[in-house]
């Protein structure tokens, strides 16, 4: 292990104390976290209950004719901001964005103009904030003095190319827990909808009573349901509703439901034996990926085990025997 912290440029007591602070960092997220989790739900379906205000408030402005009115007085709030301001500056909307950006925003949960914003800020100024960072550690505390200029300048600069991709790799990350999370409870939200629906009541009721009883299962489609709640009771397509519930969620399983609904508002099918049915494959979907998850689980343990469980064992089991025969020889 000395060797290692050789091969880094760090000392003995530099890496102790790295050690410690990565432990007390762990420490305080593992008490800390349980707290913030159980205002989650409540924090966010507050977030969903405002956009469906600006929903409404949009749709009327737009009926009323008033739409260019709302433009104007939103982007003037919206420049208010240090970062709207950097990111107007450097025009970073038209170099930095692109569609499918924007659709990776939508599905990780980021859909107002303000996460934008955020994003493309942070997507400049931490390049920044990780190469002077990097720069401190390295020249202005002497960490990799042992080395030659050029490669301290390397790890500079590969540390601040990494802070140029951060925001990616977290809008990747939390779109894929977002994605996963509704994936596990659609099934389940399939058939609390069917439920609704047979007993006669009509979809925006429908979609509205899942979401209240779902969000104790997966918040995001507790969300989701309250916004396709929100756009079917003001946008004049309701089509265009089952569309952005597509966008958002990213989903095959989401879009083969939006598709049936679809067809069902266009040529008045019944919604039930779709539901029923697509609630069937939703659940079958489940249960193979969870029985794939378990097939792979035995070539994963295979390597730990060969690892950490069966050198112990010898020990335990040659232990004695060599502690009897050591005296002996």
């Not at 827990?177 to 939200?189: E, G, L, M």
């Not at 069902?264 to 019944?270: D, I, L, Q, S, V």
Request: aromatic share 6%; glycine share 6%; hydrophobic share 50%.
């Amino acid at each position: 292990m000395d060797a290692v912290f050789q091969m880094l440029g760090l000392s003995s007591h530099v890496a102790l104390g790295l050690c410690v602070a990565v432990a007390m960092f762990a420490t305080v997220v593992s008490l800390v976290g349980p707290l913030l989790n159980g205002r989650d739900m409540k924090t966010r379906m507050k977030a969903v209950a405002l956009e469906r205000d600006q929903v409404r408030a949009r749709e009327r402005a737009r009926m009323a004719g008033e739409r260019d009115n709302q433009r104007v007085s939103l982007r003037q709030q919206a420049d208010r901001s240090f970062a709207a301001k950097v990111v107007e500056a450097l025009d970073l909307r038209k170099a930095l964005m692109d569609e499918a950006t924007t659709n990776k925003l939508r599905i990780a949960g980021f859909r107002t103009q303000r996460s934008l914003t955020l994003f493309l800020f942070c997507r400049v100024s931490l390049p920044l904030l990780f190469g002077v960072v990097a720069a401190f550690y390295i020249f202005g505390l002497g960490i990799m003095a042992s080395h030659a200029l050029g490669i301290r300048l390397f790890v500079c600069i590969a540390v601040a190319y990494a802070g140029f991709y951060a925001p990616i790799v977290f809008v990747g990350n939390a779109g894929k827990k977002r994605a996963q999370s509704i994936s596990r409870a659609w099934p389940d939200a399939l058939d609390l909808l069917l439920i609704c629906v047979e007993s006669g009541n009509a979809i925006e009721a429908a979609f509205r009573r899942v979401a209240d009883e779902i969000g104790i299962q997966s918040v995001p489609l507790a969300e989701e349901m309250v916004l396709v709640c929100a756009e079917l009771s003001y946008l004049p397509d309701r089509k265009q509703a089952y569309e952005n519930l597509i966008t958002r969620t990213g989903l095959e399983s989401v879009r083969s439901v939006c598709t049936a609904l679809i067809q069902a508002e266009r040529y008045g099918t019944p919604l039930g034996v779709a539901l029923r049915t697509l609630a069937q494959e939703s659940r079958d979907q489940r249960m193979t990926a969870a029985e794939g998850k378990a097939a792979a689980l035995p070539p994963k343990l295979t390597v730990p085990m060969m690892v950490f469980f069966l050198p112990v064992l010898f020990a335990v089991i040659i232990g004695p025997a060599v502690i009897k025969v050591l005296p002996n020889l």
